[in-house]
Every structure is written in C-alpha cells, then in structure tokens.
C-alpha cells in the first residue's frame, strides 16, 4: 500500500492507483474532460491538475501515479488559476449559444465555467469556425463546440 495525504486527509492506496482515483477515495472533486474509464489514458485537457508539495509542476491527477508520501492540494490558488485559463482557452473558440444546445444543464463544460466563475474568455479572438457534419444516422458533429477532448477517436480506436 501506499501512503498519502489530500487535503490533509491521510490515505492508503493499493500500489499502481492512480491520483485521480485517491482523490476520489479522498472526497475529493476533481474536474475532468479528457478522462473516460473505459478508454485509454490521453492526459490531455489538464482539466484533473493538482498540486503535490514539492514538485515544480501540477500534476494531471488521471495520467500520475499515486506515489507514497505524496502531499496533495486539489484546489490550491495556483491549481484553480490553472482550471480558469483552461476553460477560458476552451471559451475562446467555441460557440456559446447554451441556451439553444440541446446538451444545456446536461454538459462538463458549462459546470466547470459555473464552479470556477469563468464567464468570458480573455482569449477571444477571431477563431476558426467549422460547418456542421452531419454524415450518418446516429452522430451530428459540430466542431465549433468540440472541446478537443479526443474521446471520439478513442472510441474509435
Ligand atoms: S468531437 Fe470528439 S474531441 Fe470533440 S468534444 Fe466531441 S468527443 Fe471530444
Ligand atoms: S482529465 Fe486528466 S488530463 Fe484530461
């Protein structure tokens, strides 16, 4: 077992959990968009960062192991700030229309953006904008609310 501390709270997890996973066991809520349990790990949205005492870096909690002796803040000022420019970045290109989307009160992005107050991004620019694609039966895509999350290709995969 390994042994570490979340939020003050001292926790034992089996060797080979991942932090995410001991945050969880810890009560802790971690944000996450690029994660899925059932697909492989991308680590790429940096959603699910935490602080750990003594590492130059936050840490992406899906992708790090939950080594023993780590000391871990899971909404440190430097974490939330973090959390923020990452959501305004998503903002900056993508259409902000929630009360037409059909995904409106059912959707990771807009809970985030509520939790850690992000209204408007200071990013926004003149992005690219995508059409509609709308190829088979069963999926419509529109690129202009894609996160870049990459589960579709994992799926995929
Ligand atoms: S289109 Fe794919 S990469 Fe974009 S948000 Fe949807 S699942 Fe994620
Ligand atoms: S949820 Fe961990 S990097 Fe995306």
Redesign the pocket.
């Known amino acids: 077992m390994n042994t570490l501390t979340i939020n003050g709270k001292e926790i034992q997890v089996p060797k080979g959990t991942m932090l995410l996973d001991a945050c969880k066991m810890a009560g802790a809520d971690i944000p ?4 899925d349990p059932d697909l492989r790990l ?7 960062v935490v602080e750990a005492k003594g590492r130059p870096n936050l840490m ?4 790090s192991p939950a080594d023993n002796g780590l000391v871990i803040e899971t909404e440190s000022p430097d974490v939330v700030e973090s959390r923020k420019v990452i959501l305004e970045l998503l903002l900056a290109r993508h259409k902000l229309t929630c009360h037409t989307c059909e995904k409106d009160g059912d959707c990771k992005l807009q809970d985030y953006c509520y939790r850690y107050g992000v209204t408007e991004s200071r990013y926004m620019g003149q992005g690219p904008h995508f059409t509609k694609e709308d190829p088979n039966p069963f999926i419509m895509r529109d690129y202009d609310k894609c996160i870049m999350c990459t589960r579709c290709v994992r799926v995929c995969d």
């Open positions: 996450t968009l690029c994660y991308a680590g790429s949205c940096r959603m699910c992406a909690a899906c992708v």
